[in-house]
């Protein structure tokens, strides 16, 4: 499911489908949708594709990454530094960092972003990490594994 639909970019750019190839739109779309998808762990994904609906911030920062595209593709001949759309694009990649990063927060997602991940969980430790004159040979650590 894309964070965006037609309707959303066309409404955002204010124009009407005749004014936007189809082509051109969808292509939109699926790039904003790869860079946002890029830009995010597969944890945050996970959590955003098991929602019923796409958050507002994630649907508004597609729409400005379409809206660009589509903006690009009809007027590649203007100057980016005169095109709005360069400023909203650049403004929403800074977002999608700030969000991957965990520095801002998903309404309805309860997720530490940017923490290690790890195999790890209830790892008993084989050395013993003490000063060298208290390490011992632990006699039964087979058996001590094997109730675990």
Do not use: H
């Not at 929602?51 to 980016?80: F, H, Q």
């Not at 790890?118 to 060298?132: A, G, H, I, L, Q």
């Amino acid at each position: 499911m894309a964070f965006c639909i037609t309707t959303d970019v066309l409404t955002n750019l204010n124009m009407e489908a005749t004014n936007v190839p189809v082509a051109l739109l969808a292509k939109a779309i699926i790039k904003a949708d790869a860079e946002i998808r890029a830009a995010f762990s597969s944890d945050l994904l996970a959590a955003l594709d098991a929602l019923e609906t796409i958050p507002a911030i994630i649907k508004s920062l597609a729409e400005d990454i379409a809206s660009y595209y589509v903006m690009r593709g009809l007027y590649s001949g203007k100057i980016p530094s005169t095109n709005e759309w360069i400023d909203r694009y650049k403004e929403a990649k800074d977002t999608l960092k700030e969000i991957a990063a965990g520095i801002l927060q998903i309404e309805g997602i309860a997720l530490k972003v940017g923490i290690i991940q790890s195999s790890t969980k209830d790892y008993k430790r084989t050395f013993d990490e003490r000063d060298e004159t208290n390490w011992k040979t632990d006699s039964d650590k087979l058996e001590d594994l094997a109730d675990d």
